[in-house]
């Protein structure tokens, strides 16, 4: 489920934009490793437990987990997934890994997921980061979409973007979710009669590729939510270090949140 602008746009957009920058071979295959590496882990924990990564804490920090988010707040961590100890070296690039927890207190799992299926919607609910959303395809629980996103810092970016998401039942109280970015296209002049597409992967590399992967679990009377995020951008220019670092990790994080937050507001007041 590809609903959230993750470190999409990072700082460089808070000077001017960023000049063309272009996707190479190397950099793709190194997010391609991160993102094995990190399925691996996930179909371990599918497989063993924990379902949800709050669960896995030690019982003295698993209430101050939980409490907070039967407050309706949102919990958030960065993840780093390592090649045998070591990181995984991204030439030309950064991936940006996030993980958040909500709950949605009242909800279904069967309500949960068809609210996130009606792709056709999502605008109404995730604006403005997402400006437009429609399904393109479905087959059974796979799903092809198209998002257009909207990120603003200064400058505003556009970006036109398709997944491919597919939905899994583990068990009756439980299920989950795998989107991965099939095409991200950064709009030049969007909304104006000169509207066009910058070549896909030869752009200002605010967004590259973005796998999102939701669990759900039915418990306590509602619905806990687990999003976690992988996403490749390009790599910070020389000599703005210090101007974009900071971007590199409180956008990712805000996007997070708000995707989650939406969709407990949303589902809150189905209820």
């Known amino acids: 489920m590809?609903?959230?602008?993750?470190?999409?746009?990072?700082?460089?957009?808070?000077?001017?934009?960023?000049?063309?920058?272009?996707?190479?071979?190397?950099?793709?295959?190194?997010?391609?490793?991160?993102?094995?590496?990190?399925?691996?882990?996930?179909?371990?924990?599918?497989?063993?437990?924990?379902?949800?990564?709050?669960?896995?804490?030690?019982?003295?920090?698993?209430?101050?987990?939980?409490a907070p988010l039967r407050r309706g707040e949102v919990i958030v961590d960065r993840?780093?997934?390592?090649?045998?100890?070591?990181?995984?070296?991204v030439p030309h690039g950064l991936i940006h890994h996030w993980m958040g927890t909500a709950f949605i207190p009242g909800a279904t799992l069967a309500q949960t997921i068809a609210f996130l299926q009606d792709y056709d919607n999502q605008f109404k609910f995730y604006g403005p980061e997402v400006q437009r959303s429609k399904l393109l395809e479905r087959n059974g629980d796979n799903f092809k979409i198209y998002l257009r996103l909207r990120k603003s810092k200064i400058i505003t970016v556009i970006l036109n973007t398709e997944y491919e998401v597919k939905y899994l039942a583990i068990a009756p109280d439980r299920a989950t979710s795998s989107s991965y970015s099939t095409r991200i296209a950064q709009v030049e002049d969007a909304g104006k009669a000169n509207e066009s597409e910058k070549p896909v992967g030869n752009d200002g590399g605010f967004l590259w590729r973005?796998?999102?992967?939701?669990?759900?679990?039915?418990?306590?009377?509602?619905?806990?939510?687990?999003?976690?995020?992988?996403?490749?951008?390009?790599?910070?220019?020389?000599?703005?270090?210090?101007?974009?670092?900071?971007?590199?990790?409180?956008?990712?994080?805000?996007?997070?949140?708000?995707?989650?937050?939406?969709?407990?507001?949303?589902l809150v007041g189905k209820n």
């Open 79 to 89: 993840l780093h997934t390592l090649d045998q100890g070591n990181s995984i070296p």
């Open 210 to 266: 973005l796998n999102s992967y939701w669990r759900f679990l039915e418990r306590d009377g509602g619905v806990y939510v687990q999003l976690e995020a992988i996403s490749l951008t390009r790599d910070i220019p020389t000599g703005l270090s210090w101007l974009i670092s900071p971007f590199v990790t409180s956008i990712p994080k805000e996007s997070l949140i708000f995707t989650l937050t939406r969709t407990r507001a949303a």
């Open 2 to 66: 590809a609903l959230f602008l993750t470190a999409a746009i990072l700082g460089i957009a808070l000077t001017k934009p960023a000049a063309a920058e272009q996707l190479k071979p190397e950099t793709v295959a190194a997010f391609d490793r991160y993102v094995q590496l990190s399925e691996k882990r996930m179909q371990e924990e599918l497989k063993a437990g924990p379902f949800l990564r709050v669960d896995d804490l030690p019982a003295a920090d698993r209430e101050g987990a939980f």
